[in-house]
Each structure stands twice: as C-alpha cells, then as structure tokens.
C-alpha cells in the first residue's frame, strides 16, 4: 500500500509508525485512520516487526485531534458509524494487539489523538506535551474510547474533570495521574520509547501477546480476567519459548526467544 499520510520504517524489529500531516498538526482524517488500519494489521503478520511505536511528525503535535470538517455536518446514524469504524478498524485493533504499541507523545495530544495514545500499551510524553478531550466544546463526547481508557487509567473523577472542562493538562500533571508512564526531554522522546521497547522484544513474544490478553480481559465486559489469566499461564506450558527460558535460567544465560 501506498501511504499518503504515514511514514513507515522498520529498523531493530520496530516500526515506526509517524503520522505525517504537520500542516495540520497530524489531525485524523478518514484517510489517516485507513491508513493507521492497514499499517498495524500488516504488521501482525510481519516477522520483521517485534512491536510498534507510533508518533507524530514535527515537534507541535503528536495528533491534535479529528478533522473536524470530515463530520462536521453528520447526522446521529453517520456520528454512530463514524465513532464504530474507527473503534473497530483502527483504537480496538491498537488495544488488543498482541504486538507490543508505545505511543511516543511529541507534543498535544487532543481528542481522537489522546484516544489514539490511550489505546496503546504504554505512553511516553515529551515534557512540552499537552493532553486532553476538548470535544464538549464542540457539543460532543470522546467517541473513540477516551470515555472508558481514560478512567480506566486515572479513575473516575479525574476522567470526568478533564472530559467536563475540556482542560489540557500537562506532561507533569499527565505522569502524576499515570495518564502516562514516562516523561522526558523532547531530544530524548524516541530514545525513550525505544529503550522500553527494545526490552520488551528481548522477552519471549508469545509470552508478551499473552500477557497482553490477560491484563486486557479483566478490564472488558463480560471476561473474566482470572480465568483468561490462568488459561494463557497453561498455554506457556507447551512452547518452545517456555523451555528455552528454563534452561536459559539454569545455564545462567540470557534467553534466545523464538517466538514458538
């Protein structure tokens, strides 16, 4: 696929995943998230990508927002199918991947952009970052997930602050509410983000997907996280990369994962 809006690189088993539209401070667009779509499904079944961190171009913005003139004159079934789509295409795919996805946050991160950050495994924020869900002042609500990640991540009424006053807040306030895990000079964003994720890939990948899954299913309606705990602990049992880090251990050497 030819990519309009992205830039892509791989490099060390990362991709990088940068949106590329600086002019408009990397707002999403329908184009974008079909983009986003297609990058991160593909990698799934790329060998060459361990994991993915996703940021933006320039130093202004990570993502500040939606295109708001995409939807700006919507009806409630269109706002329905808008909200589904990118839901189900692009923020769920995010949030259940079992790839590893750090958001390196280079700047505001505002509506649909903060959705996209919260649907990442971990965040790392640029001290200049600014973060919120303005979208009251537009007579909306957070239609990606920022209602239900948000408060999951700092709790309910600091959720419901930052959704009922629209307010930005900053990387500091951001990391003391642990909206986001790290925070670090701008120079030091990606170093950052590749410094975790470069751990993460030294770990057994089948053991990371399933850790994934676990921790995802005791926050969805309807699982119950225990049981998918212990269903993904049994399954270790039977791969290669379970046998390879006991004797990794025993022999007082560091693991060579496979994946299998």
Do not use: W
Request: glycine content about 10%; overall charge negative.
């Amino acid at each position: 696929m030819k990519y309009e809006n992205l830039l892509l690189e791989i490099k060390n088993r990362i991709l990088y995943i940068t949106i590329n539209r600086e002019s408009k401070l990397n707002a999403l667009n329908k184009a974008t998230l079909g983009e986003l779509h297609f990058a991160i499904t593909d990698s799934f079944n790329n060998s060459a990508v361990g994991g993915i961190i996703l940021t933006g171009a320039g130093l202004k913005a990570f993502v500040a927002g939606a295109d708001i003139s995409e939807f700006a004159s919507f009806n409630t079934d269109e706002g329905r199918n808008l909200a589904r789509e990118g839901q189900t295409k692009v923020f769920d795919v995010i949030h259940n991947s079992h790839k590893p996805v750090i958001a390196a946050i280079n700047g505001f991160a505002l509506g649909g952009g903060l959705e996209l950050a919260l649907s990442c495994h971990i965040r790392v924020a640029s001290e200049n970052a600014r973060l919120g869900l303005p979208e009251v002042t537009l007579g909306l609500i957070p239609g990606y997930g920022g209602t239900q990640r948000l408060t999951q991540l700092v709790g309910r009424a600091k959720a419901l602050e930052m959704i009922l006053t629209a307010d930005m807040i900053s990387a500091e306030e951001a990391l003391r509410s642990g909206l986001i895990n790290h925070m670090v000079a701008p120079e030091d964003l990606i170093a950052k983000a590749e410094e975790i994720m470069t751990k993460i890939l030294s770990r057994s990948p089948i053991a990371v997907g399933a850790a994934i899954r676990a921790v995802n299913a005791g926050l969805a309606e309807g699982q119950n996280g225990f049981e998918v705990e212990m269903d993904e602990f049994s399954n270790c049992f039977g791969t290669a990369d379970f046998h390879e880090g006991v004797r990794a251990f025993r022999e007082k050497r560091k693991p060579l994962f496979k994946g299998n």
